[in-house]
């Protein structure tokens, strides 16, 4: 069973700054993509950032348009771990961030989240 356990969310003022942690059971290698998306009250889940996380093909990045040049994903594959740096955070940057990591198994694709961090950004 696959478990992603995120850390890290908090109340942050404009401008700040948050890193993210979400920790793998197990090796991240076994998965070909692992993500951060978020959700605001009443609006739907988004994807933020992805890391791709293969052991041949693993570190590709990309980023929503609203995040790029204040965020940055990351991966330590010692401590199967993903991160995400978030830098001048804006209160739209408000949101539940959940960790979410996709592995191909048998021809399927199974998806797994994690149980997601509040991050607040408001002064």
């Known amino acids: 069973q696959v478990q992603l356990v995120e850390s890290g969310g908090g109340l942050v003022q404009p401008g700040g700054s948050l890193r993210l942690s979400c920790a793998a059971s197990g090796s991240i290698f076994k998965f070909f993509v692992m993500a951060w998306y978020r959700q605001a009250p009443g609006k739907q889940r988004d994807v933020v950032a992805s890391?791709?996380?293969?052991?041949?093909?693993?570190?590709?990045?990309n980023y929503a348009d609203s995040v790029k040049g204040r965020f940055t994903i990351s991966r330590d594959t010692a401590k199967n771990t993903i991160y995400l740096q978030m830098n001048s955070l804006k209160p739209e940057d408000t949101a539940v961030y959940f960790c979410?990591?996709?592995?191909?198994?048998?021809?399927?694709?199974?998806?797994?989240w994690g149980q997601g961090t509040q991050v607040t950004v408001s002064s």
């Open positions: 979410n990591a996709d592995q191909v198994v048998n021809g399927g694709r199974n998806s797994y």
């Open positions: 890391i791709t996380s293969g052991i041949t093909s693993g570190g590709i990045t």
